[in-house]
C-alpha cells in the first residue's frame, strides 16, 4: 500500500494536485483509514496519475479525461486536424509578411474555388490560341508535370498561389482557366516576360495538404553493414549526373550545402553542413542513406577513381520530395 506522499514522489505530481484529482473523480484510494483518514494507493495509483498526465498533454481537459471513450478520442484526432490546419495556415500567411525598406510588406491572399486540387501539365505552347489549333509542338519545358493548389494558397516546395496568380518563388506568373484548362503564363527568368504557356487539365477537386502530397519512400530498412562505407566522408563536388564526376575537373562551381557524412558502424549516420552549427543524425545501410524525417532513401555507390576512394550519393530534397526528382548527386571523398 502507498501513502498520498510516496504516491506523489512516485508519479512527481503534487498531493494537492492528487486530491484536486480525487474530487473530480479521476483518481480513487483502494482504502481510506476510517480512523486516520489517511489515503492509501498501490500502483494502478502511479499508472493512472500517469495516463491522465499523458492525457493532459495531448489537450484533453480534465472532464474529458474522466468521461474518456473511444468517441471522444475520435472527435480529439479531428479537432487536432483541424488545429493543425488552421497552423499550417497560420505559417502560410506568416512566411508572406517581410520587412522591405523598413516597411512591411504582406501578400494578400484572395481565394479562387475553381483551382483548389490537383492539375496533370499536358504540354507547353507559345501562344494559348496554339493550343486550341492543336497545331503545336510543344516548346520550353516547364518542370511542374503535376500542381497542386492547396487551401489557402498555402506554399508547397517553391509554389504557392493567389487568385489569377501563381507564385514559383519570387516570380508571379498569370494563369487563367479556359474551357475547364488552366493556362499559367511561364514568365522568362532574366526579360520578365510571358515566355510561353503551361496547359494543365484538372485531376479532381480534392483539398489536399502537404503531407498528403509529399513523396515518402519507405525507411524502415534493417541494417546491414558495408565496411567499405565506415568512416569520414568529405564532400568534394556535386554533379547533375554520376558520369560527369572527374576528380581532376570539380564540376560544381558553387558553394556547397553538404560538408560531411560520417558512417559510424552501429548504422547511425552523421552528417554536417555548411549552413548549420548542429550535426544531423541519420541512418544508413548498405547502399543507402536513410532520412527518417523527410522520410528519403538515397542510394550511393563507391567507385575508385586515380587510387582514391569516392562515394556518389542522390541528394533528395523538395524537388524529389514534391516533383519526384533526384536534385543531383554529392561525391565524398574517403578521408580514412
Not at 13 to 24: A, G, P
Not at 41 to 49: I, N, P, T, W
Not at 96 to 111: A, D, H, T, V, Y
Not at 171 to 188: S, T
Amino acid at each position: 500500500m502507498i501513502k498520498i506522499g510516496e504516491l506523489s514522489k512516485l508519479s512527481g505530481v503534487s498531493i494537492q494536485t492528487i486530491r484536486f484529482y480525487e474530487e473530480k473523480g479521476l483518481i480513487c484510494p483502494v482504502m481510506v483509514d476510517r480512523w486516520t483518514n489517511y489515503r492509501y494507493y498501490d500502483e494502478s495509483g502511479v499508472a493512472r496519475l500517469r495516463e491522465i498526465a499523458h492525457l493532459k498533454e495531448l489537450c484533453f481537459s480534465l472532464k474529458e479525461i474522466k468521461d474518456l471513450n473511444q468517441e471522444s478520442i475520435d472527435l480529439k484526432v479531428i479537432e487536432t486536424h483541424q488545429q493543425i490546419r488552421k497552423l499550417q495556415e497560420n505559417i502560410h500567411k506568416l512566411s508572406s509578411i517581410r520587412i522591405e525598406n523598413g516597411g512591411l510588406i504582406m501578400k494578400n491572399f484572395i481565394n479562387d474555388e475553381a483551382v483548389i486540387g490537383k492539375w496533370k501539365k499536358i504540354v507547353v505552347v507559345k501562344n494559348k490560341e496554339d493550343f486550341f489549333k492543336k497545331e503545336f509542338e510543344s516548346v520550353k519545358v516547364f518542370p511542374f508535370d503535376e500542381l497542386y493548389f492547396l487551401p489557402e494558397g498555402q506554399e508547397y516546395w517553391v509554389l504557392s498561389w493567389s487568385k489569377r496568380i501563381l507564385y514559383v518563388k519570387d516570380r508571379q506568373m498569370p494563369y487563367e482557366i479556359i474551357d475547364g484548362k488552366l493556362f499559367i503564363g511561364v514568365v522568362d527568368y532574366v526579360t520578365g516576360q510571358i515566355d510561353n504557356y503551361a496547359v494543365y487539365e484538372k485531376v479532381d477537386d480534392k483539398i489536399y495538404s502537404k503531407e498528403e502530397i509529399a513523396i515518402k519512400d519507405n525507411t524502415d530498412i534493417p541494417f546491414i553493414t558495408d565496411e567499405e562505407a565506415v568512416g569520414f566522408w568529405e564532400v568534394v563536388d556535386f554533379v547533375n549526373k554520376r558520369e560527369e564526376f572527374d576528380p581532376s575537373n570539380r564540376y560544381w562551381k558553387y558553394d556547397m550545402f553538404l560538408k560531411r557524412y560520417t558512417f559510424q558502424p552501429d548504422g547511425t549516420l552523421l552528417a554536417d553542413f555548411y549552413a548549420f552549427d548542429n550535426v544531423a543524425k541519420l541512418a544508413w545501410s548498405n547502399g543507402v542513406v536513410i532520412d527518417k524525417e523527410i522520410s528519403t532513401v538515397s542510394e550511393y555507390e563507391i567507385v575508385e577513381k586515380q587510387n582514391q576512394k569516392y562515394m556518389i550519393v542522390e541528394w533528395k530534397s523538395g524537388d524529389y520530395t514534391y516533383g519526384g526528382k533526384v536534385n543531383g548527386y554529392y561525391v565524398l571523398k574517403k578521408m580514412n
